[in-house]
T-cell receptor
Framework: DGGITQSPKYLFRKEGQNVTLSCEQN?????MYWYRQDPGQGLRLIYY???????QKGDIAEGYSVSREKKESFPLTVTSAQKNPTAFYLC???????????????FGDGTRLSIL | AQKVTQAQTEISVVEKEDVTLDCVYE???????LFWYKQPPSGELVFLIR??????QNEISGRYSWNFQKSTSSFNFTITASQVVDSAVYFC?????????????????FGKGTLLTVNP
């Protein structure tokens, strides 16, 4: 079945450590997104990629980095510069590729990141 | 700046009751899109509906219905005869045109969500 796979489901980070969250999609979608969700909050956009080898900062990009070397993959690295990384991270994808299309975003199951 | 307000933080109903989740938005765009997503306890967001700003027809899908009123900037969601399986967090979201190096696209601004609990 087509969908978005995020791994791991749970992740623990030590102080000063970088960790990478995986996001893979087999929907042949051009656009991919990373969101952060804190308790009682909506989703906030971290990074966004419209096409391979291109990505844009979202509203809260500081302390995070991404790459988009393949259409199917959009990994997110939470760096040691992110002082409050404990949150639920959601990856999404959509068919959009510029213009005025506005397709629904499809989401993965999320990764819950905690600090040890 | 765009904004989405879901004033109801939590709602608790008894099974078979009808329930309406409110969503009010602000935008300066003349062309925009509104969405509702459901987030069950498992965590993933499930797409429910998309509406564009030029289509004010209300929509019904089974027990779900949506009332879009541009005059009041509202896009409310009603569940008729609620069931325990409807228990989830529901998010309203508004698209925003976002111009990047790759061209024009949209990004979503989410409300903070409404936690709906349907009790048996």
């Amino acid at each position: 079945d087509g969908g978005i796979t995020q791994s791991p489901k749970y992740l623990f980070r030590k102080e000063g450590q970088n960790v990478t969250l995986s996001c893979e999609q087999n929907l042949n979608h051009d656009a991919m997104y990373w969101y952060r969700q804190d308790p009682g909050q909506g989703l906030r956009l971290i990074y966004y990629s419209q096409i391979v080898n291109d990505f844009q900062k979202g509203d809260i990009a500081e302390g995070y980095s991404v790459s988009r070397e393949k259409k199917e993959s959009f990994p997110l690295t939470v760096t040691s510069a992110q002082k409050n990384p404990t949150a639920f991270y959601l990856c999404a994808s959509s068919r959009d590729r510029g213009g005025h299309s506005n397709q629904p975003q499809h989401f993965g199951d999320g990764t819950r990141l905690s600090i040890l | 700046a765009q904004k989405v307000t879901q004033a109801q933080t939590e709602i608790s109903v008894v099974e078979k009751e009808d329930v309406t989740l409110d969503c009010v938005y602000e935008t300066r765009d003349t062309t925009y899109y509104l969405f509702w997503y459901k987030q069950p306890p498992s965590g993933e967001l499930v797409f429910l509906i998309r509406r564009n700003s030029f289509d004010e027809q209300n929509e019904i899908s089974g027990r779900y219905s949506w009332n879009f009123q541009k005059s009041t900037s509202s896009f409310n969601f009603t569940i008729t005869a609620s069931q325990v399986v409807d228990s989830a967090v529901y998010f309203c979201a508004l698209s925003e045109r976002w111009r990047s190096s790759g061209g024009s696209n949209y990004k979503l601004t989410f409300g903070k969500g409404t936690l709906l609990t349907v009790n048996p």
